[in-house]
């Protein structure tokens, strides 16, 4: 069973910054892809970024490119992202998932999700 586990989101002023975690575990973790998604009260869960398992390919939404990094460390089993200039659009709750097929940008590509780590950015 796949568990998925993340951590660091709070609350921030905007400009600042957060790095979350996704501590995976259940899956050899090195060969799959990773994304983080986010949702927003009221709204669609859309993504944020994604990280391949085979040459570490990154990919991003508009919205966060040049502010957002994704990487991995497959030692650790752990995925992160590391948010900066954090506006307060940024709030919502984030969420780590494993990429099992086709196109990175869509949730139908992922199958196991965590619980979400909330993130609030103050005005």
């Known amino acids: 069973q796949v568990q998925l586990v993340e951590s660091g989101g709070g609350l921030v002023q905007a400009g600042g910054s957060l790095r979350l975690s996704c501590a995976a575990s259940?899956?050899?973790?090195?060969?799959?892809?990773m994304g983080w998604f986010r949702q927003a009260p009221g709204k669609e869960r859309e993504f944020v970024a994604a990280?391949?398992?085979?040459?570490?390919?990154?990919y991003y939404t508009d919205s966060v490119r040049g502010r957002f990094t994704i990487s991995r460390d497959n030692a650790k089993n752990t995925l992160y992202l590391q948010m900066k200039s954090l506006k307060p659009e940024d709030t919502a709750v984030y969420y780590c998932?494993?990429?099992?097929?086709?196109?990175?940008?869509?949730?139908?590509?992922?199958?196991?999700w965590g619980q979400g780590t909330q993130v609030t950015v103050s005005s």
């Open positions: 998932a494993t990429h099992y097929r086709g196109n990175y940008y869509y949730r139908t590509g992922y199958d196991y």
């Open positions: 259940g899956r050899t973790f090195s060969r799959y892809g």
């Open positions: 990280i391949s398992g085979i040459d570490n390919s990154t």
